[in-house]
């Protein structure tokens, strides 16, 4: 079984960090990108992630509106 890759999107700095420690101790690849904008950029240069973890409160792209973003880029796409 091949290693789940993720994308972890927030403003803070430090829960990046956070999550990206616990996520990799667990066995998963982990991107992240500290802003939407920089999100977007890294799903358009590839590969696709099997997880895009979103900051819903961000200062640019808010988690109620980057949904288009992301869905338009992500092939397939579930906003929980």
Known sequence: MSTKRLLCVDD????????????????????????GKEGLELLAKGPQPDLVLLDY??????????PGGFGRTIRTFHCL
């Open 12 to 35: 803070d700095p430090d829960i990046l960090k956070q999550r990206k420690l616990l996520l990799e101790a667990s066995g998963y690849s982990v991107v992240s990108a500290g802003s």
């Open 57 to 66: 409160m961000m200062p640019e792209m808010r988690g109620t509106t980057s």
